[in-house]
């Protein structure tokens, strides 16, 4: 299990607050459902059960006594919520329902854990919606497209959309969007999920409406998950040698001021770092003046490990300059600013730094693909090629590679060529690479 | 286990804003640490352990292993965060640690639960702090009061502080402040409590600095806990027979405009309350426009059970004067505010239905104190009287009148008397209630 540090957690939650903001202005209410879920309720769908009995912790007694029915520590909370939404809804006028919470849950990992990659205690968010049918339900998935491209935009997080094949999708799903990111190894990570659910939980938990005619119908449901696996990536996908490069979006600090003080003009120069550091805050800007006790190198260094946007230093020269000196810590880029312009100046850079993380992410993603039309494995690229669609064809190539079939693009592409295992002529691309 | 829908969730969340923007403006840092504490850590600290032993829940089994360490579900985080304590605080330098986390903790309640009140799955924050001195240690319950004071100013819940019994206090703490709210039948609600722990958990957890003349030293702890019940007060404290009245500072929406139209000036009238709303919207209050299809009346009565604490009415009279009719739900006052002054005239009700919720509630709690000098139990009130600070005779006192025996004030009154069961002089007061 995992401790968050105070540093590390203000990363999680600024994520967490730009989550809150795209799900609030669509609609979504946020709610708190139990952790603790009884076994019965948990075993009403079949294939999920199926897929979460070996993964979950179970909480068997309570005090002293033992309990008549066991209790599951949530790995997700379709069971706790959807008994609840069998009583929410009633009527085609309580559809769309759309509800998310961010929350802990729990899977009992065997494998060796990574921070923030596989850890028991995870960090979720998961949105869980109804809908009065299959094509609304379907709209909700473009808005959840949506939802994600905003929030990915201030991670600086580049991302692909896959169709998960059929025996890798969540257990009860009729299908499975699999969002991910390729990490500096060039393996692939799941930062997050996207579930169409057709009515495969609305019937074991007799969840239906009254349409406008009086007729009783199950709803069609959809899930969104992500998890600290957002932080995870954020931090492979930009950091380098020296450390974290946070985007500025999410970084506790988004600058950090530096005060180069030589003999005898320590006073002024704090005074005017106070001053831009005031000046800084007063404009939303999430600024920390550095008046430790040593070497200003001593201070780049840890500044940079911690991953701080932009740097800016001060000394004499500066003060006698009126300017500031900066360095960006995305390209280590360094130049002045004018002290009347301190606060557009800072922003504008802030906004030129988040900006070139993003391309430059986006650029890797995009780059990592290539188009093989015979089996053979490069390490470190996404795969692209000709499957026919065959589970059995698909599972070949996963066992004979030792690679995992992310599936086929979200956004159906041109594509016509040979399914690589088979040799069937095929319309259809899939992609696969190593998996974190 | 409790099912918080968006309503009460947001109610929770402001609250949860208030406890977060006085700790993080006291130096405090947020952290998270796991739910899940091995039984081997939790059975550290003897006192602590012999209190929760019968209230926690257990994990026993993951998947389908026995685990080899039973794991507790946390009731509380000084067995989670203290091993980590002692790696963190080295020096004197690192002191004072101060750190709090606002998570989801675990009673195993075999009493009626209730909600809010007596839950099994509480919504916690805990503060947690390190300290070199037993007096920096007491500084900091000094800071705590005032971050109490602040919070339940915008909460507008009244309360006391006794210092509880030695056979009452937090299961290994030192000493114990509970912070109590009387409720409308006369009962004592514990909302929150500190807890000053001395070295009773830094030395099982071997949590030590070095001071600065290089020898080693045991910290002093201090706690700090509340829950929903918080919310719980809020609803109790205020409501009435028409249901809910949320102090503003919490309330989901603030106010509620009711468009009231009669025929013929449907589009007029909705233009003005959209019109208004927006205005009100951008100064940052949170405002509803309630445009659904009902009568008036029957809109008043829904917003008042959801105890929204300003109604705006607005109708074609209205217009015509160029005003806004409101009520007020604290005392069911009600007025016209000119169309100019709408965001400063709501604005300064708004603070009026605080101050005087505030006010009112902090009358009711003085007033409910009587202080008695023989042996009889007034129903619904709180009792002061005499007490020798005997465990004998404040054992015997709440036996014989099932009352609870608070403790003594926090803050200490001058008194003097006989012990109301033995009539020993005493300059202690006591006070005792039924609870919760």
């Given at each position: 299990m995992n401790v968050w540090t105070p540093y590390g957690w203000k990363i999680m939650r600024h994520v967490d607050t730009y989550i809150r903001k795209e799900l609030d202005s669509t609609g979504h209410d946020e709610v708190y459902f139990p952790l603790l879920i009884p076994e019965t309720e948990f075993n009403k769908e079949k294939e999920h059960i199926k897929g979460f009995d070996s993964e979950v912790y179970w909480v068997t007694h309570a005090g002293l006594n033992e309990l008549d029915v066991r209790l599951v520590?949530?790995?997700?909370s379709e069971t706790a919520m959807y008994p609840m939404f069998s009583l929410w809804v009633r009527s085609h006028t309580d559809l769309p329902l759309k509800t998310y919470q961010i929350v802990n849950t729990f899977r009992y990992e065997t494998k060796q854990t990574r921070p923030?990659?596989?850890?028991?205690e995870i960090h979720f968010f998961e949105s869980h919606t109804c809908h009065a049918s299959e094509e609304d339900a379907q709209e909700q998935i473009e808005e959840d497209i949506v939802i994600l491209e905003n929030i990915m935009k201030q991670l600086c997080i580049p991302y692909s959309l896959f169709v998960r094949t059929e025996w890798d999708k969540f257990p009860g799903a009729h299908y499975t969007v699999g969002l991910d990111t390729v990490m500096p190894n060039g393996r692939m990570l799941q930062i997050g999920s996207i579930h169409h659910y057709r009515t495969n939980f609305s019937i074991p938990y007799n969840i239906t409406y009254e349409d406008a005619d009086g007729k009783h119908e199950h709803v069609h449901q959809t899930t969104y998950g992500m998890s600290e696996r957002l932080v995870g990536a954020m931090i492979g996908v930009h950091g380098d040698d020296k450390g974290l490069i946070l985007p500025p979006p999410v970084a506790p600090f988004q600058t950090v001021i530096i005060p180069i003080i030589s003999k005898g003009n320590a006073d002024l120069i704090m005074k005017e770092a106070e001053k831009i550091k005031d000046m800084l805050i007063s404009a939303g800007i999430r600024t920390k003046?550095?008046?430790?006790?040593?070497r200003p190198g001593s201070k780049f260094f840890d500044w940079e490990i911690k991953g701080v946007p932009l740097r800016i230093e001060l000394g004499i020269k500066d003060i006698e300059n009126r300017a500031i000196t900066f360095a960006r810590r995305d390209n280590g880029e360094k130049g002045t600013i004018s002290s009347e312009d301190v606060v557009p100046g800072v922003n504008m850079i802030l906004e030129a730094i988040c900006e070139n993380m993003f391309n430059r992410a986006w650029e890797r993603q995009r780059a990592n693909v290539v188009t093989i039309d015979s089996l053979k494995v490069v390490p470190e690229m996404t795969l692209r090629f000709g499957w026919c669609g065959s589970e059995e064809c698909g599972r070949r190539f996963e066992e004979e590679n030792d690679?995992?079939?992310?599936?086929?693009?979200y956004v159906p592409e041109e594509f016509s060529g040979?399914?690589?295992?088979?040799g069937k002529e095929t319309d259809k691309a899939a992609y696969a690479a190593r998996s974190m």
């Open positions: 520590v949530r790995p997700t923030f990659i596989r850890v028991r003046l550095d008046d430790r006790d040593e690679l995992k079939l992310l599936g086929t693009p040979k399914c690589i295992i088979c």
